[in-house]
């Protein structure tokens, strides 16, 4: 575990800027896919699943997304945040503070592992989700009052450590991809479904046939995709990517 701080300063340091410049006005649907937004809350997920299992472990109720998980073990700081674009200058294109805050939390949380505590060197790979969701280009989060928001949705800004018991998301880059592909292939399906009504197709998981259910809603039409197969694919499309 030695070195972890020197390998996230280089990671945080590798992540493609071109993701986040000149987005600020931009709509959600400009910048990713649904597809992508999917694997995103996915990442995120796993992220409060992880910290869920730290907050059991150090018998805490839950954290606000904002809060540095070393500070829950160790209460001194080990870096100054207003160091840190000088640690990591890739962050000064970047015009997202819970981004730049996440990162700094795990610079320092890799400071702890480095010091050779025990509960950091057990949780090491809290942050992994998180800092990988950057790497894909979906750092484009934000607080709008009491929650995570951004093109996936919203998740509480508190982390609860009743997380901890939920399922492990598979995060692997062949899990997240094939969630964008699923979602595409969906996609792509209601796309010929609206035009002709006997358009059929298959899941690209289990091969069983996708149906097509229409709902009325005040914001307008959606669909809901859902696959043959018990507990497959099921997934919700808006009219409004399809303007």
Same mark, same amino acid.
């Given at each position: ?6 390998r996230?300063v ?39 699943r ?7 472990f ?5 954290v ?24 990591c ?10 981004f ?24 090491? +790979?809290?942050? %992994?989700?998180? #800092? ?10 934000? /607080?709008? !009052?009491? &929650? ?16 901890? +018991?939920?399922? %492990?998301?598979d #995060? ?10 699923? /979602?595409? !292939?969906? &996609?792509?399906?209601?796309k ?16 069983t ?15 809901n995709?859902?696959?043959e197969?018990?507990?497959c694919?099921?997934d919700?499309?808006s ?5």
């Open positions: 575990m030695k070195n972890s701080y020197s996230a280089k990671r945080i340091n590798s992540i493609d800027t071109k993701h986040y410049l000149n987005i600020s006005h931009k709509r959600y649907r400009d910048i990713r896919s649904k597809g992508e937004y999917t694997a995103d809350a996915t990442l995120i997920a796993e992220y409060y992880r910290v869920g299992v730290l907050l059991q150090v018998n805490i109720e839950g606000s997304i904002l809060m540095g998980m070393s500070r829950l073990i160790h209460k001194e700081p080990f870096l100054d945040y207003d160091n840190l674009l000088t640690i200058p890739n962050l000064k294109e970047i015009n997202l503070t819970i730049k805050v996440i990162c700094f939390n795990y610079l320092e949380w890799c400071c702890l592992i480095d010091k050779g505590n025990a509960i950091a060197i057990k949780y090491h +790979d809290i942050y %992994e989700p998180i #800092i990988k969701l950057f790497e894909r280009g979906g750092g484009q989060i934000s /607080i709008h !009052h009491h &929650e995570l928001v951004g093109g996936f949705g919203a998740f509480p800004r508190s982390i609860s450590a009743s997380r901890g +018991d939920m399922k %492990e998301f #995060i692997s880059d062949n899990a997240l991809d094939l969630e964008i592909k699923e /979602i595409e !292939h969906a &996609e792509a399906f209601l010929g479904y609206l035009f002709d009504r006997n358009v059929t197709s298959n899941c690209i998981r289990c091969r046939r996708l149906l097509v259910e229409e709902n009325q809603s005040i914001g307008g039409t959606w669909y995709i859902k696959c197969t018990e507990k694919f099921d919700n499309f009219s409004y990517y399809f303007e």
